[in-house]
Nanobody, 127 residues
Framework: QVQLVESGGGLAQAGGSLRLSCAAS????????VGWFRQAPGKEREFVSG?????????YGDSVKGRFTISSANTMNTVVYLQMDILNSEDTAVYYC???????????????????WGQGTQVIVSS
């Protein structure tokens, strides 16, 4: 059974930084791509960033471009990081890690494109 576990969430001040981690465990699992999504209270789930296993394709949501950086610890994509800098109050949300085994020419930005999901980690940014 595949599990995705997020860590690194917590409280940060506006202008500060946090780094989230997503670790995949279970049977031999090498996702084609891993994505980060977030959902704030009363809002729809939003694409934050995604990376393919070969790290050749990376994508960011418009609201985080230039502030967040996604990276992978290995080519298997079993550990993926999301470095979040210059945080603001609008970044407050539950952040989810997701993975897909489906090949795609681009980094998938739709939540429906990912088959596996973590439980989420809360990020709160105080102003």
């Amino acid at each position: 059974q595949v599990q995705l576990v997020e860590s690194g969430g917590g409280l940060a001040q506006a202008g500060g930084s946090l780094r989230l981690s997503c670790a995949a465990s279970g049977r031999t699992f090498s996702p084609i791509a891993v994505g980060w999504f977030r959902q704030a209270p009363g809002k729809e789930r939003e694409f934050v960033s995604g990376i393919t296993s070969d790290a050749r394709r990376i994508g960011y949501g418009d609201s985080v471009k230039g502030r967040f950086t996604i990276s992978s610890a290995n080519t298997m994509n079993t550990v993926v990081y999301l470095q979040m800098d210059i945080l603001n109050s609008e970044d407050t949300a539950v952040y989810y890690c997701a993975a897909t085994l489906t090949q795609s020419r681009t980094v998938a930005r739709s939540a429906d494109s990912y088959e596996y999901w973590g439980q989420g980690t809360q990020v709160i940014v105080s102003s």
